[in-house]
């Protein structure tokens, strides 16, 4: 074996190694949530007086949903004269007249609800939250994205946390509005609840930072000003700003047991798109805030730990590309030089990340109280999906890295609930890129991979080479598809007497 091989060959099995790392921190996940998942969070004395909230929801072109949601916020249960709601819409399409005509009929009815109009988007979503501050009227704010659905008791069972002067922000879990709509709202569901139940539950109540999810969650407006108030220089500006206030001293309760129901992306662009904010923002989060957070002389070291691999994270993505490409060619060369043993070292590494995968997200469903065994049947799909996104998300990774600037991208909203999903336009899609196309030529890679693995009987190597070739194709040949012809969104029916706005 030459010396360049064995450089390559060393190169891969660090990869994989560091993705191991990165796989098996769930395990370490799913440890804290057992250890700590009955420390429940509970007020500490019961509020004298109630304090005035204003609720914010910032919008941008939300034609489909905005009505459910003004209407659903309308609707929460509080004192009329502490109850203030804000619709920060900078919307330039027909959202702006459907916003005001419903901010005007729940203003006849009693409600403190104003409507705020920007021309700039100026800081995106942040700036439009920050702006909104200037004109609140509440000493707590609650954010609510346009999909979102909230109970009517959002604010009576999260207002009380905040008798504890420390308190500085409460964030509830997230629902599905749209969980059985297709295979990919099912995997994106089982990804949404692992995070919110198992991370969440596991870093807040272990002691360690986690964050405001952008929606679904109430601040203390003086926690929003010791913090900086919202910035705009990363696209995460909710995890940014969650960082720094706890880095303040602030802390966060995170309540399981209240559900918001929200939509999530029925299209495979959509989701891409999403997806592709998030990973960027974190990592820009992470060049921002890490190194303050690592020098820290006040924060206990496995807050330290655990805000590393929270903030980098996506740096995962990037190396599988990396051990993408190298994959196939590893094999190769360890079956050319009939180094056959070597193939087996393969499987610990990759049962470190991909069988704690299952585990994670079966325990995730068993604390769900759902039918967890029926969603075992999605974990190859959902582990699949996650590979076959790797393109999409390294390259928001070296986006973040190089510091190239993008603007805030939204997340096409349908009013999506149950199988149900209304036709959108076409201005409500994501723009066409080259990352399809490479997906495509991953998948066809693998093929070949899968081929050489089968005809040269290396049966180890074979369930692996299937996951990537599965994920890389799906995730390219849907993307494609959409791009081309109708999306899942144009295909699916509207239930019957249904308008574009309900």
Known sequence: MSTAEIVFLAVYFGVLAVLSVYGSHRYRMAFLYYRHKYKLPTPKTK?????RVT????????????????????????????????????????????ARARVEQWKEKGVDIVYVHRTNRQGFKAGALENGLHLAKGEFVAVFDADFVPSPDFLTRTVPFFVDSKIGMVQVRWGHLNREFSILTQAQSILLDGHFLIEHTARNRSGCFFNFNGTAGIWRRDTIKDAGGWQHDTLTEDLDLSYRAQLKGWQFVFLPEIISPAEVPVDMNAFKSQQHRWAK????????????????????????????FHLSNNIAY??????????????????????YTSLWLDLPVFLASTASVGFFYVATGRELGLNWWGRIKYLPFVMSLGIGMAINQAKAVIEALLDKQSEFTRTPKTGSEGKQVKAVKKAYRGRRNWVPLIELLFGLYFTGAVYFAWDMEIWTSLPFLVLFQLGFLYVGVTSMLEFRGKSKSDAAQAPAGATPTT
């Not at 989060?285 to 807050?303: C, D, G, N, Q």
């Open 47 to 51: 509020l004298t007086q109630l304090p």
């Open 55 to 98: 609720v914010q929801l910032p919008i941008f072109n939300e034609m489909y949903v905005v009505e459910r949601l003004i209407d659903s916020v309308c609707r929460i249960e509080y004192p009329r004269d502490l109850f203030e709601v804000q619709v920060l819409d900078d919307s330039t399409d027909e959202t702006c007249g459907i």
């Open 281 to 308: 923002g974190s990592i820009q989060t992470a060049k921002k805030l890490l190194p303050s957070i690592l020098r820290s002389k006040t924060l206990p070291y496995e807050v330290k730990k655990e805000a590393f």
């Open 318 to 339: 990037l190396l599988m590309v990396v051990l993408s490409v190298m994959m196939p060619i590893s094999m190769v060369l360890r079956f050319k030089h009939e180094l």
